[in-house]
Nanobody, 127 residues
Framework: QVQLVESGGGLVQTGGSLRLSCAAS????????MGWFRQAPGKEREFVAA????????YYSDSVKGRFTISRDNAKNTVYLQMNSLKPEDTAVYYC????????????????????WGQGTQVTVSS
């Protein structure tokens, strides 16, 4: 089992920044690829960003590319999501998730492939 706890959400104005953190405990953190997903009210959960186990490969949705940065610190068992130039459409509950294996590139983008999930943290961007 892997336990994931997100933090860092909140209310920010358009154009502002937030940094989300996801602290992991349980099994060896570096064994897992990590992802961030988000879900807005009335919408399906969508992929935001992912990072492989070593941190040398990152993946982003088109909607956040160039504005968000995913990173990880395996010594601290933590994955981060730096969010800049925030827009009202970024408003959602953000979830981190752990992925034990990636059979292909598409695995990173699919929420159904992830093995463990956090409870989520709310991000609200006001216009």
């Amino acid at each position: 089992q892997v336990q994931l706890v997100e933090s860092g959400g909140g209310l920010v104005q358009t154009g502002g920044s937030l940094r989300l953190s996801c602290a992991a405990s349980g099994r060896t953190f570096s064994n897992y690829h990590m992802g961030w997903f988000r879900q807005a009210p009335g919408k399906e959960r969508e992929f935001v960003a992912a990072i492989n186990w070593s941190g040398d490969r990152t993946y982003y949705s088109d909607s956040v590319k160039g504005r968000f940065t995913i990173s990880r610190d395996n010594a601290k068992n933590t994955v981060y999501l730096q969010m800049n130039s925030l827009k009202p459409e970024d408003t959602a509950v953000y979830y981190c998730a752990a992925l034990q294996g990636a059979r292909s590139l598409s695995t990173y983008y699919s929420s159904s492939e992830y093995n463990y999930w956090g409870q989520g943290t709310q991000v609200t961007v006001s216009s």
